[in-house]
């Protein structure tokens, strides 16, 4: 016979270390609960960054005064446009941001001071900082064709746009949405008008 001597723990020991272990098994639980939650999270930001609300960077100055470069704003896709609104559209493997001056059917004219007239009627543009005639290389009055719109840049001097047969006009299915909101730089935070 042996005499080895076995110290067995107390009962107070055993529900010590079993807490000890059901602590470490709640904060794995906790860690990938958290993780998971997180991960849904961010696939769900990212379907509703792409399918509904994508969010886009401000490059060159055609929209000067309303956009600068360097903002970031968002993008509500939707399929129906009013004058005065601004969108964003695909051209040459790029995103443009443009206003809506006439959609299809309209008829737009400029005068030699930069005035933009829609259907013979003169366009309030509050919104234009300065008025100009711009890169105009097509016949006015022009009539918007089925399923397009006219757009121009607010900053009409250096802005190329429909007034240019470089860009055109906008077909329905180039639209990418209109631009609501602008989310960055914080001291210029809001809605676009």
Known sequence: MSNTKYDFPSSKDIRKELRRVNRKKDFRSILLNTIGGLV?????????AVLLVPVLRIYGHSMDSVLE???????LKED?????DVIAFYYNNKVLVKRVIGKS??????????NVYV???LLSEP??????????NITLPYQVP??????MGDNRAVSIDSRNTAVGCVSDEMVVGKIFFRVWPLKRFGKIQ
């Open 69 to 75: 470069e360097g903002d970031v704003v968002l993008c």
């Open 146 to 151: 089925d399923t397009q719109l006219f757009v």
């Open 119 to 121: 259907n013979q009627h």
């Open 105 to 114: 059917g309209d008829w737009v004219d400029m005068d030699e001071d930069g």
């Open 80 to 84: 129906h446009f009013e004058t005065g």
């Open 40 to 48: 849904v999270a961010a696939a769900a930001a990212v379907l509703i």
């Open 127 to 136: 919104y234009l900082s300065q008025k100009a005639f711009g890169e105009t």
